[in-house]
């Protein structure tokens, strides 16, 4: 009998819960339908004004020689215990010091972390991975590889098996959120973090709740969540879009070489090779709405004062969710979001200083 009478006294709470979650798919595949349509004329655009291109990306049948570059490390793959897939990770500094871990955003891989690889190897043993479904590494197809919690216990599986118990962990944007995640399920493992440009979930979803504009910042977030029409429309004109994102002269990543263009592009154009990295976004709102979490983590937080994904504010609202003491948070003037490529040097100089510590 009592537990009749909870489950009746639950029934509208789990009812509120479904009829919410309906409202928020119903609007986030809406905005997504506004998305395609918007997306679908910059691709046809771009094709119009370069119809040699075509509809299809180019497949690049040779790697650039920059993704062979030794004085950035040496290439290996390593077989995660928990899923058996296989992660390619470059790796230098091996014995110099505690274990370094680079989480890349989209769309990038590993060799958006270059200028760090060589400033740290001297004191770190420092590691790039290619995430799941990037580059060399294993890149199922299915929607249900890439959830949160996979993707975490991809991060675990990678600092054990390369013979640690803890790293020092760096992020940049989609690496970000898995890194604010893992610290908080993962906390004995996380020793210090370094987050660049990006904020955990559940502050995202809060402060999207109260800034209209953040969301119209995140558009492609929404194209992101429909089916196949995605990685169409990022490849058409030989991944025009992509190009524009990494290269453009006022939002992109400066002095970015057609060689290190290459080095992005490259894999994205061998056959499904957007698909796992779209993957991850098409779970995005699977959990939504999620509850507040704190965050304990000692964590060095840069921020570009012009990034174009996300809003200033979001500083301030991680911040809040902190443990008194443990975020030291920067914003960089005049950087956007692509501070590893774009602002190393003052990168680095906070890295040091907030590092120093475990150095002497």
Known sequence: ??????????????????????????????????????????????????????????????????????????????????????????????????????????????FSWRYQLREFQSRFHVVAVDLRGYGPSDAPRDVDCYTTSLLMADIE????????????????????????????YYPSMVERMVVVSGPPMSVYQDYCLRHIGQLFRSNYMFLFQLPWLPEKFLSMSDFQILKTTLAHRKSGIPHLTPSEL???????????????????????????????????????????????????????????????????????????HWIPQSHPREMHQYMWAFLQDLLD
């Open 1 to 110: 009998m009592p537990d009749l009478v909870v489950t009746a006294l639950l029934a509208p709470s789990r009812l509120s819960l479904k009829l919410l979650r309906a409202f928020l798919w119903s609007l986030v595949f809406s905005a997504a339908l506004v998305a395609a349509a918007a997306y679908g004329c910059v691709a046809l655009a771009h094709v119009l004004c370069r119809p040699r291109r075509g509809c299809c990306g180019r497949r690049r049948r040779a790697a650039p020689a920059c993704l062979s570059d030794p004085s950035l490390g040496e290439h290996a793959f390593l077989t995660l215990k928990s899923s058996g897939l296989r992660l390619h990770y470059v790796s230098a500094g091996r014995g110099n010091g505690p274990l370094m871990l680079f989480l890349h955003g989209f769309p990038e891989n590993w």
């Open 157 to 184: 599986d990678v600092i054990l098996g390369l013979g640690y118990s803890k790293c020092i962990l760096v992020s940049h944007d989609w690496g970000a959120l898995i890194a604010w995640n893992f610290s908080i």
């Open 262 to 336: 290459e080095a992005f592009l490259y894999n994205f154009s061998q056959p499904n090779g957007l698909t796992g990295p779209i993957n991850y976004y098409r779970n995005l709102f699977r959990n939504f709405p999620l509850e507040p979490q704190e965050l304990a983590a000692p964590t060095l937080l840069l921020w570009g004062e012009k990034d174009q994904y996300f809003e200033l504010g979001l500083v301030a609202a991680i911040g809040s969710r902190f443990v008194p003491g443990r975020l030291e948070a920067h914003i960089l003037p005049g950087a956007g």
